[in-house]
């Protein structure tokens, strides 16, 4: 889930808002007083987890796995 950070334009404090996209427009119609800021240490952040553990350790990982599974016999659960 993206978060954002906020500047409230009468008192310049900053805050950092966690929100769906789906909801951005309307927390800033019903927070007029704050604008969006970019510090300059921010980047752009989003909350994710796209890959899976398999592909994060790759092939070398499954051919292991698969050797194990291998040797271990019928009653193996290894999931490969």
């Not at 805050?15 to 966690?18: G, K």
């Not at 659960?77 to 490969?80: D, G, L, Y």
């Given at each position: 889930?993206?978060?954002?950070?906020?500047?409230?334009?009468?008192?310049?404090?900053i805050?950092?808002?966690?929100l769906?996209?789906?909801e951005?427009?309307?927390?800033?119609?019903?927070?007029?007083?704050?604008?969006?800021?970019?510090?300059?240490?921010?980047?752009?952040?989003?909350?994710?987890?796209?890959k899976?553990?398999?592909?994060?350790a790759?092939?070398?990982?499954?051919?292991?796995?698969?050797?194990?599974?291998?040797?271990?016999?019928?009653?193996s659960?290894?999931?490969?």
């Open positions: 889930m993206p978060q954002y950070e906020f500047k409230n334009s009468e008192t310049g404090e805050m950092e808002v966690t769906r996209i789906s951005y427009d309307d927390w800033k119609d019903s927070n007029p007083k704050w604008t969006r800021y970019h510090s300059p240490t921010s980047s752009p952040k989003l909350v994710t987890g796209v899976s553990a398999m592909t994060i790759g092939k070398e990982w499954e051919n292991k796995l698969t050797a194990i599974k291998n040797n271990a016999g019928d009653t659960t290894i999931k490969v």
